[in-house]
């Protein structure tokens, strides 16, 4: 029998297609919720080769429902990395001079422990037994593969939207090992607004008689219809009212006239059933509740008596801080708040807003002002750093 796309999905929680390391009981994830997480598996992805001097490393960081196959073909999808136009030879981030290293995040689905992995305590998949991830614990067990890849220090961090999260979480937490750090379309903290999102997406989930209180992988069933709700809503706020508006306008889609029906008529409500019904096969929706509330506990200034500039006091680290005009997500202003923080801190700091219809999603997209700034800003810090150029062919 052929494996169906939603059994590829649930393979690649314990197997995946990617490089893996795992860690033993013995050496646990000590996580926020105050549990030791153990054995763990990481899930990971790697690209270009690590100079002999260890200086060449970058750690990138997905966002909320990547994963570890930023510039390879998706295992399950087929579709190319998510960050293709981003990362590999003579690209921005120049495989030919960097050593990339990607990971799936803990509480994802691709094959870094998550709710869909076998709990060993029971043989069956941890489900909601799996203790809420934060964005620290996800950085943490980063931190443990850089460790096991024998890298002391990272050239830099680059990461968008919850990656950026990581990005400074990371320049919080081990400023030392950090030498470049690059947040991208992202935030210090979640604001309401962004809480108030993942919370309608989880009630989607949960609504779904198919989750089965999270429990509907031992019944071989899945929250699809729930998922690919939650999925659409969370993708209207990727967009911008201009994009929108130029991409689908009011529209038909394949139609010169209203059927006077609830059939998708508008093209835009068909290409937001397709952005549902293609995320299902791919994501566990257990892991979409799992990630989306990592994000809703981010607030790094609160780890610090309530002082942002206190999370970087004193750091070495380089800064590029990117937002876009159009991203009402996480808009200019939550970037201005990072930078200003980190002037507070005395942090070597750049700052790029980027104009553009694009909205939050530009970070994934041929922009090339911000192809330009992500090439300026790296081959800067690595001249600093002092990592040969690329050879040319």
Same mark, same amino acid.
């Given at each position: 029998?052929?494996?169906?796309?939603?059994?590829?999905?649930?393979?690649?929680?314990?197997?995946?297609?990617?490089?893996?390391?795992?860690? $033993?009981?013995?050496?646990?994830?000590?996580?926020?919720?105050?549990?030791?997480?153990?054995?763990?598996?990481?899930?990971?992805?790697?690209?270009?080769?690590?100079?002999?001097?260890?200086?060449?490393?970058?750690?990138?960081?997905?966002?909320?429902?990547?994963?570890?196959?930023?510039?390879?073909?998706?295992?399950?999808?087929?579709?190319?990395?998510?960050?293709?136009?981003?990362? $590999?030879?003579?690209?921005?981030?120049?495989?030919?001079?960097?050593?990339?290293?990607?990971?799936?995040?803990?509480?994802?689905?691709?094959?870094?422990?998550?709710?869909?992995?076998?709990?060993?305590?029971?043989?069956?998949? &941890?489900?909601?037994?799996?203790?809420?991830?934060?964005?620290?614990?996800?950085?943490?067990?980063?931190?443990?593969?850089?460790?096991?890849?024998?890298?002391?220090?990272?050239?830099?961090?680059?990461?968008?939207?919850?990656?950026?999260?990581?990005?400074?979480?990371?320049?919080?937490?081990?400023?030392?090992?950090?030498?470049?750090?690059?947040?991208?379309?992202?935030?210090?903290?979640?604001?309401?607004?962004?809480?108030? &999102?993942?919370?309608?997406?989880?009630?989607?989930?949960?609504?779904?008689?198919?989750?089965?209180?999270?429990?509907?992988?031992?019944?071989?069933?899945?929250?699809?219809?729930?998922?690919?709700?939650?999925?659409?809503?969370?993708?209207?706020?990727?967009?911008?009212?201009?994009?929108?508006?130029?991409?689908?306008?009011?529209?038909?889609?394949?139609?010169?006239?209203?059927?006077?029906?609830?059939?998708?008529?508008?093209?835009?409500?068909?290409?937001?059933?397709?952005?549902?019904?293609?995320?299902?096969?791919? &994501?566990?929706?257990?892991?979409?509740?799992?990630?989306?509330?990592?994000?809703?506990?981010?607030?790094?200034?609160?780890?610090?008596?309530?002082?942002?500039?206190?999370?970087?006091?004193?750091?070495?680290?380089?800064?590029?801080?990117?937002?876009?005009?159009?991203?009402?997500?996480?808009?200019?202003?939550?970037?201005?708040?990072?930078?200003?923080?980190?002037?507070?801190?005395?942090?070597?700091?750049?700052?790029?807003?980027?104009?553009?219809?694009?909205?939050?999603?530009? &970070?994934?997209?041929?922009?090339?002002?911000?192809?330009?700034?992500?090439?300026?800003?790296?081959?800067?810090?690595?001249?600093?750093?002092?990592?040969?150029?690329?050879?040319?062919?």
């Amino acid at each position: 029998m052929v494996p169906t796309q939603k059994a590829l999905s649930q393979l690649e929680a314990d197997a995946p297609h990617s490089l893996v390391v795992r860690f $033993g009981a013995d050496r646990p994830l000590k996580m926020d919720a105050g549990v030791d997480l153990g054995p763990l598996q990481i899930a990971y992805q790697t690209y270009g080769t690590l100079n002999p001097a260890k200086s060449n490393a970058i750690l990138i960081c997905h966002a909320l429902t990547g994963d570890q196959h930023v510039a390879s073909t998706h295992p399950i999808t087929g579709k190319p990395g998510w960050w293709e136009v981003m990362i $590999g030879p003579g690209k921005p981030i120049d495989t030919d001079r960097y050593f990339v290293i990607a990971s799936n995040v803990v509480g994802g689905c691709m094959g870094t422990t998550g709710p869909a992995s076998t709990n060993p305590a029971t043989g069956r998949a &941890f489900g909601l037994d799996l203790p809420l991830v934060t964005i620290r614990d996800m950085v943490r067990a980063q931190a443990m593969l850089i460790d096991h890849l024998g890298i002391e220090s990272l050239f830099a961090v680059i990461g968008g939207s919850m990656g950026g999260m990581q990005v400074l979480q990371w320049a919080a937490s081990y400023p030392a090992r950090v030498f470049a750090a690059m947040p991208i379309a992202t935030a210090a903290k979640h604001s309401s607004q962004n809480i108030a &999102f993942h919370e309608v997406g989880r009630q989607a989930v949960m609504a779904d008689p198919e989750w089965r209180q999270g429990r509907y992988l031992d019944a071989g069933v899945s929250p699809t219809k729930g998922l690919a709700v939650a999925r659409m809503a969370a993708h209207i706020t990727y967009l911008s009212q201009e994009a929108l508006q130029r991409k689908f306008g009011r529209k038909f889609q394949d139609r010169a006239a209203p059927t006077f029906s609830f059939d998708a008529d508008f093209q835009i409500e068909n290409y937001l059933r397709y952005q549902g019904t293609s995320f299902v096969d791919r &994501f566990d929706a257990n892991s979409y509740l799992y990630v989306t509330r990592a994000c809703d506990y981010f607030d790094l200034a609160e780890d610090y008596g309530g002082s942002l500039a206190a999370a970087f006091k004193g750091t070495k680290t380089r800064f590029c801080v990117v937002s876009f005009d159009s991203d009402w997500l996480y808009p200019t202003s939550a970037s201005r708040a990072i930078v200003h923080a980190l002037n507070a801190a005395a942090a070597s700091v750049s700052f790029v807003e980027i104009n553009t219809d694009r909205g939050h999603d530009a &970070f994934l997209l041929n922009v090339p002002e911000f192809f330009a700034t992500t090439r300026g800003f790296l081959d800067a810090a690595a001249r600093a750093r002092g990592i040969a150029p690329a050879a040319k062919g």
